[in-house]
């Protein structure tokens, strides 16, 4: 009998959900509606950056001009929950048909940095101007087939996207020439095969800011390219998506639309799966053309902006997709940064805003505004710029204990606003309140539940002993 009670006792630890409610196992953020939904239960909402080293080695290195465990401090310490991390297809597979298991170890040497400290990465299969033949990146030379046709001056990024040559390269993906598109769903099963079991992977970005090609003209307009959407992209997107779920039936796959969605264009993309999200991208084009002559952006921006999200909503209400804000700002137009955040946490969406640091991106076309990372310098972390961390590390619901239904922070009065319904049989509430708004502190008016945490700490803890609304307001002391 003694033997059994120990064995019974066994069973139960081994079962038991873990000290913070989730089930033993890797930690995975699933879909309820346009939701992310932790394991007790609560949505999760994210703020973070994009991590993208574009240049062989196609990931960024443990230096301190790279990335190393300094760096995942820092970016816990701002109160951020995620980082988009790119993964190049010319870096998982050089060769035709062989993935190489020492990148997807470089990989994974930043994926467990950022895991360990539970930031949620989302795995970006990231190219622009398709390869480094068109002065881009993404796919390996051995799956360019542009036919022979010109390039007949190189006009850099974004220029080099209307070159005959590059949109005959992306037709020819599309259309699975040579088996491109074969090889592109079995490196990405490869890449879900390595990091099926490592928790904090938020799931797998199918293909930066597909660019339609010749079709692209098609898509210039409010409606988008219904065409290009179900017949060219939608058949390669849903041929990965079968190659992930044969070996990783979990994590979400987040797809993005056409290139033309982040002006405004819809996406008629239908795919099936019961875990999709909706990768999107806020860059105003008006915005773009300014910062390339080194400009700042107006109130022009307001109104393409608002219908960039409002898209993105539709997607998310009508086809029950998860939806997430995976590119904004690449520029020091604090205003422009500023508006994009704002909206994001409007529509309660989360963002990571491009970029973590400069990495000699040879893609963004606003670095003469400035520059898109949030240091002056990459190697020294002391060099922040300090107005931008203004704009980002900005307070927000990390984690909310039911259905969040606002969220607002104003900049000019430093007050935050969050209300909810609660969900006691979910997590406690958390809100990241950094110091940097609140130097003195800060008071809490809240009705519908209680604080649980220290008085002033960076994380507020809320728990609310039943279901109901909560609202709360945040001012400065």
């Not at 259309?175 to 099926?196: E, I, M, P, T």
């Not at 805003?353 to 240091?375: A, C, I, R, V």
Request: net charge neutral.
């Amino acid at each position: 009998m003694r033997r059994l009670l120990v064995l019974a006792l066994l069973l139960t630890a081994l079962t038991a959900p873990t000290s913070s409610g989730a089930a033993a196992g890797p930690a995975v953020l699933h879909r309820e509606g346009r939701f992310l939904v932790d394991g007790q239960g609560r949505v999760v909402l994210l703020h973070g950056v994009n991590a993208v080293w574009k240049r062989a080695p196609y990931v960024p290195p443990a230096t301190a001009a790279g990335f190393t465990a300094a760096d995942a401090d820092w970016v816990v310490a701002q109160g951020f929950n995620t980082v988009r991390l790119g993964v190049i297809f010319a870096g998982v597979m050089p060769q035709r048909a062989v993935v190489d298991q020492r990148y997807l170890d470089r990989i994974a040497r930043v994926v467990d940095l950022l895991a360990a400290r539970e930031v949620w990465v989302l795995l970006d299969f990231h190219q622009d101007l398709y390869s480094e033949k068109f002065s881009g990146e993404g796919f390996p030379a051995w799956a360019v087939h542009d036919d022979g046709l010109p390039m007949p001056v190189d006009a850099g990024f974004p220029g080099n996207y209307f070159q005959p040559a590059t949109s005959r390269a992306f037709d020819n993906f599309y259309a699975n020439v040579d088996g491109v598109v074969d090889l592109y769903a079995q490196a990405w099963k490869a890449v879900a095969a390595r990091f099926k079991n490592t928790s904090y992977v938020l799931g797998y970005d199918l293909l930066n800011e597909p660019w339609p090609g010749t079709q692209v003209a098609s898509c210039a307009n409010p409606v988008g390219c219904p065409v290009f959407d179900t017949r060219t992209l939608q058949p390669v997107y849903d041929k990965v998506l079968r190659a992930i779920r044969s070996v990783d039936r979990q994590r979400i796959v987040w797809v993005e639309p056409h290139v033309l969605f982040n002006d405004g264009a819809q996406t008629h993309l239908g795919l099936q799966d019961p875990q999709l999200g909706l990768s999107f991208h806020q860059y105003c084009t008006t915005a773009g053309l300014i910062h390339a002559s080194g400009g700042k952006a107006g109130p022009e921006c307001g109104p393409q902006g608002e219908l960039v999200f409002d898209n993105a909503d539709s997607i998310g209400t009508q086809k029950g997709w998860a939806t997430l804000l995976t590119e904004y700002g690449a520029s020091d137009d604090l205003p422009d940064v500023a508006r994009v955040a704002g909206l994001a946490d409007e529509h309660l969406t989360g963002w990571q805003y491009w970029h973590y640091k400069e990495w000699d991106d040879p893609t963004t076309e606003s670095q003469d505004s400035g520059g898109q990372g949030l240091f002056r310098d990459d190697a020294d972390l002391r060099t922040l710029k300090q107005a931008k961390a203004d704009v980002l590390v900005r307070p927000y619901a990390r984690a909310v204990g039911g259905l969040p239904t606002a969220m607002r922070f104003d900049p000019a009065s430093r007050s935050f606003t969050l209300t909810y319904t609660a969900q006691p049989r979910a997590g406690r509430t958390e809100v990241w309140l950094p110091t940097r708004h609140y130097p003195r502190g800060y008071r809490v008016q809240v009705s519908g539940a209680r604080v649980v945490s220290r008085p002033g700490a960076q994380l507020l803890l809320l728990e609310a002993a039943r279901a109901g609304a909560v609202t709360l307001t945040v001012t400065r002391r």
